[in-house]
């Protein structure tokens, strides 16, 4: 194709594109399907730059690229360059993701054992069509590291919540320090049901994996379960929560709050927007606690912003992740589309999450050598120690 012709498939395009809507599948955390009327207005300076560009990378880049692969790689730079969520998703990877539930947890497809002898993680049950292997991965292969951590001195638990996320999301892993990223799609689905135990000091713990449609059905069930009069505090688990609904984060941050805002988003096309607890007085008397890490984000960080800024519960842990969008999924018409922030999150308190994150009331991290079960009793008491 010359240039020529090129630049006036793209012309040709942009001034379609111009005069068309396009549907906005409904968010990815919030509800509803939205119309959206989108005009288009490229300078033509900027078409012939980018039909220059191509027409060099055309002729003289060292293997020959179809035009097709050019331009998808075009169209993937120009979302991925926006923000670390936003991205172009192939027929096939849309198609992939509406198979799924909002808030549903999933890990890649396979799992990672231990070698001794070779002191690395090695893959298993890595079946020959699975997409990890038509990435190039197989079974046997060691990984060096999973989202730029190391894995050498991790445990299993630390290892396997790497590899876990919200269904659809991505994960970055390396062979070895020499050898290149390969980014994969979390797209096998894993149980999500919230963990409750009463510990010594009578705190009940509850261990919350994702934010889910029922997720504050089962928080108020398992507390009204466990009440009695002994029980002296609730400590809410969300150390490697990576989100889910927001609609889920709201309603269990409404259980323990009876007015204010719970959670703000301001968006350039969709509006501002507020969310209000609703009167309420079961839990009011009831000590609550929170626990985070760098891995407690999103719809996660809304929950522990809400009840941190109205001084509802003692946060502790360390600081979250800090990923507070709003993201849109918008079909194309090659049953492609593109999965896109449209909003940011903001605390009661009008503090952005988005690259922020939710610093603890109290910091404290678990030391690799002190046991799971040692340190949430630590942590169950230091929130009993505050009055």
């Known amino acids: 194709m010359t240039a020529?012709?090129?630049?006036?498939?793209?012309?040709?395009?942009?001034?379609?594109?111009?005069?068309?809507?396009?549907?906005?599948?409904?968010?990815?955390?919030?509800?509803?399907?939205?119309?959206?009327?989108?005009?288009?207005?490229?300078?033509?300076?900027?078409?012939?730059?980018?039909?220059?560009?191509?027409?060099?990378?055309?002729?003289?880049?060292?293997t020959e690229k179809s035009d097709d692969a050019l331009f998808q790689q075009a169209i993937r730079g120009l979302v991925s360059g926006l923000d670390r969520y936003s991205r172009y998703l192939t027929a096939e990877e849309y198609k992939q993701l509406l198979q799924y539930?909002?808030?549903?947890?999933?890990?890649?497809?396979?799992?990672?054992?231990?070698?001794?002898?070779?002191?690395?993680?090695?893959?298993?049950?890595?079946?020959?069509?699975?997409?990890?292997?038509?990435?190039?991965?197989?079974?046997?292969?060691?990984?060096?590291?999973?989202?730029?951590?190391?894995?050498?001195?991790?445990?299993?638990?630390?290892?396997?919540?790497?590899?876990?996320?919200?269904?659809?999301?991505?994960v970055s892993v390396q062979r070895a320090a020499n050898q290149p990223e390969i980014m994969l799609v979390r797209n096998k689905k894993v149980e999500t049901d919230i963990q409750a135990q009463m510990l010594s000091n009578q705190v009940l713990l509850l261990k919350v994996r994702v934010f889910q449609q029922d997720t504050a059905n089962e928080i108020k069930r398992l507390i009204e379960e466990h009440s009695t009069p002994r029980l002296k505090a609730v400590l809410i688990d969300l150390r490697n929560n990576p989100g889910g609904l927001l609609s889920a984060a709201v309603e269990s941050a409404d259980l323990f709050l009876n007015q204010g805002v719970i959670v703000s988003t301001k968006s350039r096309?969709?509006?501002?927007?507020?969310?209000?607890?609703?009167?309420?007085?079961?839990?009011?008397?009831?000590?609550?606690?929170?626990?985070?890490?760098?891995?407690?984000?999103?719809?996660?960080?809304?929950?522990?912003?809400?009840?941190?800024?109205?001084?509802?519960?003692?946060?502790?842990?360390?600081?979250?992740?800090?990923?507070?969008?709003?993201?849109?999924?918008?079909?194309?018409?090659?049953?492609?589309?593109?999965?896109?922030?449209?909003?940011?999150?903001?605390?009661?308190?009008?503090?952005?999450?988005?690259?922020?994150?939710?610093?603890?009331?109290?910091?404290?991290?678990?030391?690799p050598e002190m046991k799971e079960e040692a340190y949430l009793e630590h942590v169950a008491d230091l929130l009993l120690s505050r009055r």
């Not at 498939?9 to 906005?24: D, E, I, K, T």
């Not at 959206?36 to 990378?57: A, K, L, N, T």
């Not at 609550?288 to 522990?304: D, K, M, P, Q, Y």
């Not at 800090?322 to 593109?338: E, I, N, R, T, Y």
Request: charged content about 20%; some cysteine.
């Open 4 to 62: 020529h012709k090129i630049y006036a498939v793209v012309l040709a395009s942009v001034l379609c594109a111009s005069h068309s809507s396009v549907w906005a599948a409904p968010d990815l955390e919030l509800d509803g399907p939205t119309l959206q009327q989108d005009y288009v207005d490229v300078p033509v300076e900027s078409i012939q730059e980018f039909v220059q560009i191509y027409g060099i990378v055309k002729d003289n880049y060292v």
């Open 101 to 170: 539930t909002e808030g549903d947890l999933a890990s890649v497809d396979f799992t990672l054992r231990y070698d001794a002898a070779q002191q690395h993680w090695v893959i298993q049950n890595l079946s020959a069509n699975a997409d990890s292997a038509k990435q190039g991965l197989k079974n046997g292969d060691s990984l060096f590291k999973i989202d730029n951590q190391e894995l050498k001195k991790l445990s299993a638990d630390q290892v396997n919540n790497l590899l876990t996320g919200s269904v659809g999301s991505t």
């Open 269 to 367: 096309s969709e509006g501002d927007q507020q969310f209000q607890a609703l009167p309420s007085f079961e839990f009011q008397n009831l000590k609550v606690g929170v626990l985070i890490n760098h891995r407690s984000a999103s719809a996660a960080e809304v929950f522990t912003g809400a009840l941190k800024d109205h001084s509802r519960a003692w946060v502790m842990g360390e600081k979250s992740y800090g990923k507070g969008v709003v993201q849109k999924l918008f079909p194309l018409s090659d049953g492609a589309a593109l999965q896109m922030t449209v909003s940011h999150y903001y605390t009661p308190r009008e503090q952005m999450i988005e690259g922020v994150g939710i610093q603890p009331n109290q910091q404290y991290i678990q030391s």
